[in-house]
Antibody, heavy 126, light 108 residues
Framework: QLQLQESGPGLVKPSETLSLTCTVS??????????WGWIRQPPGKGLEWIGS???????YYNPSLKSRVTISVDTSKNHFSLKLSSVTAADTAVYYC??????????????????WGQGTLVTVSS | EIVLTQSPGTLSLSPGERATLSCRAS???????LAWYQQKPGQAPRLLIY???SRATGIPDRFSGSGSGTDFTLTISRLEPDDFAVYYC?????????FGGGTKVEIK
């Protein structure tokens, strides 16, 4: 059974870079069938797609965050990572990682998410 | 960007009742590329429906999805106590993929 687990600092100072890793277990990140993605949810609010990556390193970002986001993959460690630069209080959220199917969508890099990691709360505060 | 509007914001129903949740898109969602998720407090969302009407693995048949174009519906035929949660729709027909604002189904 595939499982995803987010890890990283729970507190980041304003203007610094948020860094998270999603470790995949129970399956390989190297698959032609899937993308791997990040989604966030501010406390009490809705969901926002951050971006997705294919195991080859191809990335797809939400334009609203693209200038600050870098997603990378390390196939040797079976994990992928998120970096979000110049954070502000508005970036405080629960950050989720998830798997996406690679086929059957309207555009590369997007699809439905299943399964999801449990999520990790990142607070931006000095 | 496709904006998804979910209604109502809150649905107050009793166990055993039927729940009908709406998701309206600001423009047509190509090929019915729409998914539904359930989220309970403190938990990650769980995929219920993809392709507008296909149930995900392990999802009970009391959950059904329908619709096309700009209007989509999630129906829970008979609410069970475990179904009281927040439900989100999500489109993946065009990038960026977007989510609706959610509908909370609460116990009346």
């Amino acid at each position: 059974q595939l499982q995803l687990q987010e890890s990283g600092p729970g507190l980041v100072k304003p203007s610094e870079t948020l860094s998270l890793t999603c470790t995949v277990s129970g399956g390989s990140i190297i698959s032609s069938s899937y993308y791997w993605g990040w989604i966030r949810q501010p406390p009490g609010k809705g969901l926002e797609w951050i971006g997705s990556i294919y195991y080859s390193g191809s990335t797809y970002y939400n334009p609203s965050l693209k200038s600050r986001v870098t997603i990378s993959v390390d196939t040797s460690k079976n994990h992928f990572s998120l970096k979000l630069s110049s954070v502000t209080a508005a970036d405080t959220a629960v950050y989720y990682c998830a798997r996406l199917w690679r086929s059957g969508s309207g555009s590369p890099g997007i699809n439905w998410f299943d399964p999801w990691g449990q999520g990790t709360l990142v607070t931006v505060s000095s | 960007e496709i904006v998804l509007t979910q209604s109502p914001g809150t649905l107050s129903l009793s166990p055993g009742e039927r729940a009908t949740l709406s998701c309206r898109a600001s423009q047509s969602v190509s090929s019915s590329y729409l998914a539904w998720y359930q989220q309970k407090p403190g938990q990650a969302p769980r995929l219920l429906i993809y392709g507008a009407s296909s149930r995900a693995t392990g999802i009970p048949d009391r959950f059904s999805g329908s619709g096309s174009g700009t209007d989509f519906t999630l129906t829970i035929s008979r609410l069970e106590p475990d179904d009281f949660a927040v439900y989100y729709c999500q489109q993946y027909g065009s990038s960026p993929l977007t989510f609706g604002g959610g509908t909370k189904v609460e116990i009346k």
